[in-house]
């Protein structure tokens, strides 16, 4: 049976270990971790949402994985404040920005190191918003709400640590 492992993110021909119908126990030949599909066909651990980044740093590909796996099993409003602080992470790594500042400096400390350009700037803002939403007020966030904060990080860290490996032999 194909899955997406929810352990490792990986697509794979998952082995049947057992079954008893309708659950199946099924064990990723990736990682060896373990899933389970349901009468309904969902498979959980469900799989993290967006993808896999190259060249993270630790603390950033934890802080990923996290808001990943959130978003994930419907935890929207977590998946946002996780992605908020993604950039936090971000700006003290490659930005020189200090820990414990304001999050606006933050992005201005991106924006300044010319990480954030001025065409990346609105979708940069519209990223801050809905961290500051997801963190300080009452509504929780949706499903699209997060995704959309999911993919607008997910091509800022592909922008900062994968694609500059691809320009090295």
């Given at each position: 049976m194909v899955i997406t492992c929810g352990n490792c993110g990986v697509r794979v021909e998952a082995v049947t270990k057992a079954q008893t119908p309708p659950i199946f126990w099924l064990q990723c030949p990736s990682c060896g971790d373990g899933s389970v599909r349901v009468k309904s066909g969902v498979v959980y651990p469900p799989a993290p949402?967006?993808?896999?980044?190259?060249?993270?740093?630790?603390?950033?590909?934890?802080?990923?994985?996290?808001?990943?796996?959130?978003?994930?099993?419907?935890?929207?409003?977590?998946?946002?404040?996780?992605?908020?602080?993604?950039?936090?992470?971000?700006?003290?790594?490659?930005?020189?920005?200090?820990?414990?500042?304001?999050?606006?400096?933050?992005?201005?400390?991106?924006?300044?190191?010319?990480?954030?350009?001025?065409?990346?700037?609105?979708?940069?803002?519209?990223?801050?918003?809905?961290?500051?939403?997801?963190?300080?007020?009452l509504p929780a966030s949706t499903e699209d709400d997060s995704l959309t904060t999911l993919t607008i990080t997910e091509y800022l860290l592909r922008g900062i640590y994968e694609m500059p490996g691809l320009a090295t032999p």
């Open positions: 949402a967006g993808g896999t980044i190259k060249n993270l740093p630790d603390d950033v590909a934890k802080a990923w994985r996290e808001a990943r796996t959130a978003h994930a099993v419907a935890a929207y409003t977590a998946a946002e404040m996780m992605l908020r602080k993604i950039l936090m992470h971000v700006a003290v790594d490659v930005a020189g920005s200090k820990s414990g500042e304001q999050f606006l400096s933050y992005v201005d400390d991106l924006e300044g190191a010319g990480y954030i350009t001025p065409g990346l700037k609105p979708v940069i803002d519209k990223l801050r918003r809905r961290g500051n939403i997801a963190n300080h007020e």
